[in-house]
């Protein structure tokens, strides 16, 4: 009878401790609600043939729209892992997308003196726009540790299905309803 | 040789003209340097490159495009989202807090202080004198709060929190003068007077413009959204009138 006493005591101890522990864990962690059903989330896109062509295309349709930059009279739109819009806004009211600046793996950017500076995996471009409009690209490999967005949605606060590096390289992400996504950034 | 003449003109003009083309979808004859939004891992200026990994700050020297080189590379021990820069110090936008790094020496980046908190964190931009924070939690199975945190920076080594305001969803933001701008994506955004940043006041939201972060282009702003790209001249009250959008 003592004994189970104390066993019942000892097991409300535990369970007090856990739930204690459950709840710390749950305010701690940012961790969000999962299995919600069918709901709105970034789907990667995987590559099915490693395109490694740095290019000024015309202007593409925008899939997964990320980060802004301003450089002169050009706003430059972030395209996860594909590269960057180039909207021509030397007109804020009327404002052209002109064109597109493929680079592959690319999710940052910085330009000075017509060279755009650029993530493409693990390696950070110095690619220099010649008068001409032609391109000279110089590679520094190896700089980044993980790339340096990793394999993450182009914007936070999103539900996405986890990547499956067995699948390939994530070359972009698109928005789709899916069920019980399992990751969240 | 008249039609010779002719021919050669014509062929010299079509030339010309091919030419041209070819570079009116592009005309980068631009000197300077870019400006980011607020979730940028990227700052430039006329000497270097600043770049946030996860685990990492470093350095570049972008003097000469053809000699890049690494200068320095330090790793932090934290989740780090976000770079934003003014003069000698580097604000690192982090999970678990804002860090500030001293980068008078850009060979030896130096870690100075932390403002610390608990949940996840967005952007920080800065005047210098004070650091805007804000603080995302939503969707946490806690339900912590969504602020906008004011951080004193008049003694960068001890950095503390002035003021803290409920903001919901909070996403990037930008200074223009005396106004703060924040993007709170489903939520719209909001614009506050931090005249006084002890009594920050609401002056305007806008639930239609689902914004996500801002850049200041002279007396307008650009505004990435959840829907497409908007423009807008912010007037002397800090209220909006949009120029133009293009949508995603």
């Not at chain 1, 899939?63 to 892992?81: H, L, Q, R, T, V």
């Not at chain 2, 505004?223 to 007037?235: M, P, S």
Request: charged content about 20%; hydrophobic content about 40%.
């Amino acid at each position: 009878m003592k004994t189970t006493t104390r066993l019942s005591r000892w097991h409300s101890f535990i369970y007090t401790v856990s739930l204690a522990a459950v709840m710390f864990a749950c305010v701690d962690d940012d961790v969000p609600v999962f299995n919600n059903g069918y709901i709105e989330a970034y789907v990667p896109i995987y590559s099915l043939d490693e395109s490694t062509e740095v290019e000024i295309t015309e202007a593409q349709e925008f899939i997964n729209p990320g980060k802004i930059y301003k450089y002169a009279d050009y706003i430059f739109i972030s395209e996860a892992s594909r590269g960057f819009h180039i909207i021509d806004n030397s007109t804020p009211s009327s404002p052209v997308k002109s064109g597109f600046f493929n680079i592959p793996k690319n999710n940052n950017i910085a330009v000075k003196d017509n060279v755009v500076y650029a993530d493409s995996g693990f390696d950070l471009l110095a690619i220099k726009i010649m008068s001409d409009g032609s391109l000279d690209v110089r590679r520094s490999v190896g700089m980044f540790d993980i790339g340096v967005t990793g394999d993450l949605p182009p914007l936070p606060g999103f539900y996405f299905e986890c990547v499956d590096d067995e699948k390939g390289t994530v070359i972009g992400w698109e928005k789709q309803t899916i069920l019980d996504p399992q990751c969240y950034y | 040789m008249k039609k010779l003449n002719l021919i050669l003109t014509i062929v010299l003009a079509f030339a010309l003209w091919s030419c041209e083309d070819g570079e009116s979808a592009f005309e980068f004859d631009n000197q300077g340097t870019s400006t980011s939004g607020s979730i940028a891992k990227f700052q430039i200026d006329s000497k270097y490159l600043y770049v946030v990994e996860e685990n990492s700050l470093s350095i570049y020297d972008v003097t000469d495009f053809e000699q890049l080189s690494q200068l320095s590379k330090v790793y932090v021990d934290r989740e780090v989202e976000t770079l934003f820069r003014l003069g000698d110090i580097l604000y690192l936008g982090t999970t678990s807090g804002v860090l500030f790094y001293d980068i008078t020496n850009v060979n030896q980046p130096s870690y100075v202080s932390s403002y610390d908190h608990i949940t996840a964190c967005d952007p920080v931009v800065s005047d210098g004198s004070y650091a805007y924070s804000t603080l995302r939690s939503s969707n946490t199975c806690g339900g912590g709060s969504d602020v906008l945190d004011i951080i004193n920076l008049s003694d960068i080594s001890a950095p503390s929190l002035t003021a803290s305001y409920d903001v919901a969803s909070p996403y990037g933001l930008v200074l223009f003068d005396n106004y703060l701008y924040v993007g709170q994506g489903l939520n719209g955004m909001k614009v506050f007077d931090i005249t006084d940043v002890t009594a920050v006041t609401e002056v305007v939201s806008y639930d239609e413009i689902t914004a996500i972060d801002f850049i200041r282009d002279g007396e307008n702003l650009i505004i990435t959204t959840r829907t497409g790209l908007v423009q807008a001249k912010v007037g002397t009250d800090g209220t909006l009138s949009v120029l133009s959008k293009i949508n995603y």
